[in-house]
């Protein structure tokens, strides 16, 4: 539907855009606005020490098992994977492929074949005195600490990076690996001092350094430059609910064990009952796809490919706080992101259909047409159903939920802004104005930087999440519509669907370093797991291309249905899923 617009993107963003950021003047959303960021540092630290007080570290004598994450399992896949068993990257991930591996390697060793990694297993595979000790698989001798500076608190760094990755092997983090000293990153170092008989100033030292080397036996820093995906961790574990409104069944994952190569076609799902504006992933095995108002649903699938729910877009909005509209309404699912650990899918609707909604916006629009607002649905992925209903902007598109879970942002097409809203209150708490067709979203690893592609000119915003300040990357190219930003957070890239190219940024120079064709008007992208791959949807000439990111080189372009529009990836089986507005969802290995 964007197509329409763009004939007008120039004249309309010349006309009206603003680029600075603009205060809104409804009182109640100014001052839940300063309300957040004069309590959000709290709401952080205390999510960290709760979060520190559940955990618990994993005791080595029971083994790694099927199910268990973390950096753990990825020194347990590189050993594997050394000794032969284990043909993919590592994923961080003890699902059907690893357990394969390790009864495949007990076999071979005469071991007891269970498929969980016990002491002697361990010792089989080079390393007899703990699952910490995985980690040295490539380098036998681990490198030294360069810089003297001591890491504290407010640092971000590849340095941080490596603590946090030491402090995860010896038990004492288990929050994501950000590269950002946080009040969570302070506590494990608190406690490893505390634990090691040394000085405890949470700080990060020389002594303290040099205890972590010694502890973790040679764990190998120098594959942080490009680390394993981290699962995050949540301090709540999954409850049962007294009334299930459905049973979700989920599949072991299926990992071709084919060398990576080529992309191949494994499935495809087809139905006049979809019309998919977008497919992503949750990160816990379901596949949620938004089908629009063509056909009023989201549709969830696992990775088996069956159709686990149909849910229904209608909601009665008096139910969610807005009193003044009783009776039902349906709304037109366009993106998806998720949060807390997959356990919640925020789904945004281009319109809402039903009494007082007489003006809704389209594809050509400006705030100057004062077009309806709409909203965003929070789904929980238990259930599957409807919790919150959160009003936005106008034509909400895309969806981003912030690492550290407290925020989830929200583009509006028509009122050429972007919501912000707090993911604890449920509610809008800013809006911040950036000009015509605000488009993609990509937010950092520590959470403070959003960059936005705005669609009506050739620019991304930087917003500062700490103080909703913007900034802007001029010049990047014609009509840059989606954004993945890299796992190591030094590139941004951006497809540019006036151009039919994709764009990488250096985000420390600020600038576009290379720029490559991938087809006629490329809209979605994916990474991934390790950045090196990114996977684009050619909306025009019904293809995907796989470039490489290294030196930004097609790969592969594989055809698919009538306009693919969506895209997402599942590190775990390596699948990708593309979304055409033809009615078909394919399913592609790689």
Known sequence: MESLAYLHLAESYAASADPEEEVLTDVELYFQELAWIKNHRGVLVLAACLA????????????????????????????????????????????????????QFQQANGLKVDGVVGSKTLAALGSGSGVSEFANVVNEEQPKVVSKRSLKKGDNSYRVMSLQRKLQAAGYFNAPISGFFDDATRTAVIQFQQAKGLTVDGLAGKQTLSALESHTDGFNTTSFLAPAPVTKISDNSPQPTPKPQIQIIQPAAKVSQRPQGRMHLVKTISSSKISPKSVVYSGDGLFFAQNMMYNHSITVYNRDYKLVKVIPDTVDLSKYGYAKKPGKYRGAPVEASFSHNGKYAWVSNYQMYGTGFNNPGNDKCSPSQKTDNSFLYRINTDTLNIEQVIQVGSVPKFVAASPDEQLILVSNWCSWDLSVVDANQNQEIKRIKLGAYPRGIAINSTSETAYVAVMGSSDIAEVNLRDFSVKWIRNVGNSPRHLNIDPTGKYLYASLNGEGKIAKINLQQRKVIEKVITGQAPRSMVLNEDGQILYVVNYNENSVSKVRTSDMKVLQKVNVESHPIGITYDPQTREVWVACYSGNIMIFQD
């Open 52 to 103: 520190m007080v559940s955990l618990s570290s994993q005791n080595p004598a029971m083994g790694l098992k099927r199910g268990d994450r973390g950096s753990q399992v990825v020194s347990l896949q590189q050993r594997l994977q050394a000794a032969g068993y284990f043909q993919q990257n590592p994923t961080g991930y003890f699902g059907a492929v690893t357990e394969a591996a390790v009864i």
